[in-house]
């Protein structure tokens, strides 16, 4: 591979057969789960928000 110019090159990725990967990827996708939903601090943004074109 040497003779066509390519050279080997060694990549680090996370271990996805530990149990730290496990709780840390269902942690995480819970967190995408519940993405849309509405909670309080988005509606006090919106209360206090004005348009921009209303200023």
Same mark, same amino acid.
């Given at each position: 591979? =040497?003779?066509?110019? #390519? ?7 996370? %271990? ?5 990967? &496990?709780?840390?990827?269902? =942690?995480?996708?819970? #967190? ?7 909670g %309080? ?5 919106? &209360?206090?928000?004005?348009p921009?074109?209303?200023?």
């Amino acid at each position: 591979m =040497r003779e066509r110019g #390519l050279r080997p090159l060694q990549v680090w990725v996370s %271990d996805v057969r530990t149990e730290s990967f &496990a709780a840390e990827a269902h =942690r995480q996708a819970s #967190l995408v789960a519940r993405a849309d939903e509405r909670g %309080d601090d988005q509606d006090f943004i919106e &209360a206090i928000s004005t348009p921009w074109d209303e200023e």
